[in-house]
């Protein structure tokens, strides 16, 4: 017999966060303080907050970026850039915006509401969660070095060879993006695993697969379709490297190899990804707007299922980015439909947030305006999509403003306004204070008003021919008032984003004290204290409906979720596993303590790129090295660890 | 273009008004040719669908939230009994944007097979070169001393299909002239092949529409329609051998630029045979110099030569620092290129 412990019966009492088990509770869950707890945190929570606020730093750089560029475009013949410095611009525009703020900030938000969502203490693989934000936080470091040493990724986000083979584009730029990309998948990997077994694992018992938010839906979603469409593009950006460095020629056409295989690789991963940063965002309104609107969201099951179907249909539509590329018009005019049908669910979706509002009671809120102005803003960016998915129109719109148009509409629509509506939403969950109100409407209006002003008459650009990607134009083409007026509308953009900063700042010091419920939410992170404890929950819930704080309000049988009384779980750093579909209790988990391997395994990573990049081998082999070690530390058999089975 | 389309065109270009084919030289609300029409048609179509679709949507979203309804007894009250309820709104909002959505999916398909192959078979074929930052063409012909080189400059025939195979020297580019059709990208390693048809003689603007590095944004061209007596003059005139250089000056200027240009450029009938730069024969037949950068002057022309580098940083045409009577030698020369 050994001292371990391999059977338990868990113990089900009622507790609060004032009882004697949260004391120890908070005792085994807090990590070190000072710096040492601030570098080998696990806490899913700590680095939600991290990726979030990371993210945002990227946003405001990535802001800067485009108002210099505004700046050079709002007249005809402007000389204030040089063209190489405006194509790095609008390539680490590009970059940062898509790769360095749209996926990580959701992530922020999944890392850090997931567990309090799902009725958990911490995501499957709190360490996992550690490393993704570190390799996340480094690659975003490492693309920005060649920035500011002014040798930046100059070829677009989209990177097309062979303008990036080395015979035109010499000089590190390009290097560092193709490192810098595959570095960065390792990042979005291991956050897509975590999300994914969390999710089959560590739900509160009685939160079937049928009860979890909309939000968690859009998170893994993306996240499958992201362990799918990363690994096409991290090896794109390998070939090229190799390309450029070690003289394949995957990709020169004067070798035999083929420019446009790296087209199809890129928009394989590409037009997947573009869900993957925008489903989760709907997720966000799906979840808070039936908070405002005081009745559970028309339409669970399609909306949950128009959710799985866009990100399976984003897979088979990659095509509608190359139509101009010359393709036999039987194959595109089949990505041409596939791009189309997408139309359906999505309006599953907007019919359904119309429905909500319609048939609830709206309270005005700040959150609730953020969350309704981008049921518009998805309008006006998938009707836009739609145009230029059908071919013979996409001849003439694509690599024109039209399509700046349609993405900014798709990518500040979509994501921008739900990750603001969601801050204001949520600030008082993770901070215990709430936003200024009055302050957050002026911030809507001045958004929306600045961005349909900055951004609508790109359209219109669009439709007189002007293409993308150019540095300056001449006077005679009839571009450039209406230039103008994009430039100043994205200026009032970036004021409504200042506001929002104010407001965070502002409202972090002297903000209205929240309770543990102050919208009168649904869902069970409403359940627990502002800001949570440590331990998320005195008690792991059990959850009987899909909305457990709304019950005794709706007539949905006699079942009643429970947030006072269940799993204890007090010794040590424990959660409970429940099976895949149907949430009943499994085993116990013994979560993991404060590390550094994590930490460690980032920058070893980073320094095996730094080799890789300056061609510094001793350096990589040293890298390489201290990774294994860092996996070994890590992955080293603890009994501690062990499962324990209920 | 209707009367009422161009109410929309006119009421959509905020400080536009009046726009004309003149004004907006790359537009394409209004298409010149069998290659550009459909897509035209189809685009309106989409795009006033679209509009519909947007303004209907912010409407529900507006009667949404102002519509009237029962006060609730306290802040704790839901607005709803039970979870249901509402799915009507799904039901009928995705069935009628099914609807439609097959219409035009219908409609796009053929629109497709319509602008695949013109509607005769062209006569005229023009093989496009695309470089940074320039375009390469030559006028084929079955009959070899018909074939002819030039650069930047196309003329075609009007109400004529026009075979243009597009091939490229180095990066992608995209062969766009929007008035008459939409874009072929040029891709190295592959001819892709498209047409174009101009129904109405005049200039016609085009441009490069992909990324292809730091001038892509000055790598224009101009398609030019000719009634087909034109055209043919046009021809007949680019077929010629450049006229021998006749004054001392002319001369002069034609030893300075086989000393400095030669290496690049050509000029048939000279001994510059150069194929690194755009063919120089005829140059003075043409409207702009640096592909659609600067209007053909002799002033134009001389900066060019002595400056292109703060003209068009870059491009692989260097500063020339010859001397000023050379520079005037050399322009005097390219003068006769008629």
Known sequence: MSDVETFRAPIIARATDQSQSSHILKRSWEGPGGIAGWLSTVDHKEIGKRYLITAFLFLIIGGLEAAIMRAQLAQPNEHLLTPEQYAQLFTMHGVTMIFLYALPVLSGFSNYLWPLLLGSRDMAFPRLNALSYWVFLFSGIFLYVSFSLGSAPD???????????????????????????????????????????????????????????ILIWGTL?????????????????????????????????????QPLLWQHLFWMFGHPWVYAIVLPAMGIVSDGLPTFCRRPLV????????????????????????????????????????????????????????????????????????FAGFVLLFVIGGVSGFMTAAVPVDLQLTQTYFIVAHLHYVLIGINVFPVVGGIFYWFPKFTGRLMNETLGKWTFWVMFIGFNVGFFPMHILGLAGMPRRIYTYAEGLGWGPLNLIVTLGSYLFAIGVLLFVVNVFVSLKRGQRAGDNPWDGASLEWSTSSPPPVYNFAVIPTVASRY???????????????????????KGRETIGTTSLDAEPDVILKMPSNTYAPLLLGVALAVLFIGALLHSWWLLGAAVVVSLLASIAWLWPERALSQIET | MSRSRALVVSALLIGQSGTTYAETPMSYWHTYGPAGYPLTQLGWGLGIIS???????????????????????????????????????????????????????????????????????????????????????????????????????????????????????????????PQLGGKMDVIPGQTNVTWLQADKPGVYRGQCAEFCGTEHARMALVLIADTPEDFRAWQDDQ???????????????????????????????????????????????????????????????????????????????????VSGADLTAVVDYLKTLQ
């Open chain 2, 51 to 177: 509009i519909v679709v947007s303004a209907v949507i912010a409407v529900l979203l507006l009667g949404a939230m102002s519509h009237e309804r029962s006060r609730a007894a306290d802040d704790t009250q839901l607005a709803v009994g039970r979870e249901g309820g509402g799915m009507g709104w799904i039901y009928i909002g995705t069935g009628i944007t099914t609807v439609v959505l097959i219409g035009c999916m219908g409609w796009t398909l053929l629109t497709s097979a319509s602008v695949v192959r013109p509607p005769s078979t062209p006569a005229l074929t023009v093989q496009v070169t695309a470089s940074q930052w320039w375009w390469g063409l030559m006028y084929t012909s079955a009959d070899p001393s018909r074939t002819f080189i030039t650069a930047n400059e196309i003329h075609v025939p009007v109400g004529q299909p026009v075979r243009f195979e597009v091939a490229s020297a180095d990066v992608i580019h995209s062969f766009w002239v």
């Open chain 1, 548 to 570: 457990p704080l709304w019950e005794g309000r709706l007539n949905q049988g006699d079942d009643r979720s429970s947030t006072q009384q269940g799993f204890l779980l007090d």
């Open chain 2, 239 to 321: 077929l010629r051998d450049t006229p021998i250089a006749a004054s001392a000056q002319a001369r002069a200027g034609q030893r300075v630029f086989q000393a400095h240009c030669a290496v690049c450029h050509t000029i048939r009938g000279s001994d510059a045979a150069g194929i690194v730069g755009p063919d120089l024969s005829h140059l003075m037949t043409r409207r702009t110099l640096a592909a659609g950068l600067l209007a053909n002057t002799p002033g134009n022309l001389a900066g060019w030569i002595a400056d292109s580098q703060s003209l068009k940083p870059g491009a692989s045409m260097p500063d020339h620092l």
């Open chain 1, 299 to 370: 339409g669970y099951t399609p909306v949950a299922l128009a959710t799985v179907s866009t990100m399976a249909l984003g897979f088979g539509v990659w095509v509608h980015h190359m139509f101009a590329t010359g393709l036999p018009i039987m194959a595109v005019s089949y990505f041409s439909a596939a791009s189309m049908i997408i139309v359906i669910p999505s309006s599953v979706a907007v019919f359904s947030w119309i429905a909500t509002i319609w048939t609830g009671r709206p309270v005005f809120t700040s959150a609730f305006l953020f």
């Open chain 1, 155 to 213: 070829d677009g986000w989209f990177n097309y060879v062979p303008y990036s083979a080395r015979a035109f584009n010499p000089g590190i730029n390009i290097d560092v993006y193709a490192l810098g990309m595959v570095l960065l998948g390792i990042s979005t990997t291991v956050g897509a695993i975590n999300f994914i077994v969390t999710l089959l694992r560590l739900r509160a018992p009685g939160m079937s697969i049928n009860r979890v938010p």
């Open chain 1, 221 to 257: 979603t993306a996240s499958v379709g992201n362990l799918f469409a990363v690994p096409a593009v991290s090896l794109a950006f390998f070939m090229l490297w190799m390309d450029r460095q070690f003289g394949t020629h995957f990709f020169d056409a004067s070798a035999g190899g």
